[in-house]
């Protein structure tokens, strides 16, 4: 044992990114065991190490950690990002559940059947822009500072950066409406272990091609 947190999930984004996100924003290193097949999700779920029988799961501090929100929870406090009294706390609760919403969007549109993933696609681009980013871009004009809450890094700067960078992936014109979300996105980035993230050959996950789908769904229904 390595004393290192253990990410157990698919090689790839889905639930897990933001975890991953969080650790390597507060400087931790961690490994990962990749589920290959159905059979290693069975393994997993049959040995008890799945409270729900679900993953992500993370062995961190002598403990099987499930649910990604309490998983969320637990770095982001243990590492200082999740603000500096309850009212901070509050707000950035209010902040990262608006992005795990937005999140399980943008997470199924790989998973649509053919005849569904333009409407899809439209769909969540269009929350994203009116529902999502629009609301940030207001929300750091009227903090005025560099972070979303607070005067320091919190968990909702590390979850908006991920969530941004994806939307960039598929629609970088968006960001011509949010000029703050821009300067965001530049200053955030240069945080120096957020930056070593952004390195080619950092455990961050790229973006799912279709025989990347097709694996993940063989694991989970098959
Ligand atoms: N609320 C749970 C949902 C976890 C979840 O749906 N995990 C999927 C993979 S991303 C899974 O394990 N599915 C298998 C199953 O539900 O049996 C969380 O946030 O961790």
Known sequence: MSGKPRLHYFDGRGRMEPIRWLLAAAGVEFEESYMEKNADLKKLQRDGSLLFQQVPMVEMDGMKLVQTRAIANYISTKYNLYGKDLKERTLIDMYVEGMFDLNELLMTYEIQPADKKEQHFANMMDKTESRYFSVFEKVLKDHGKDFLVGNQLSRADVQLLEIILMIEEWKPEMFAKFPLLQSFKARISNIPTI????????????PSDDDAVDKVMKIFYS
């Open 195 to 206: 930056k070593k993230f952004l390195q080619p050959g950092s455990q961050r996950k790229p």
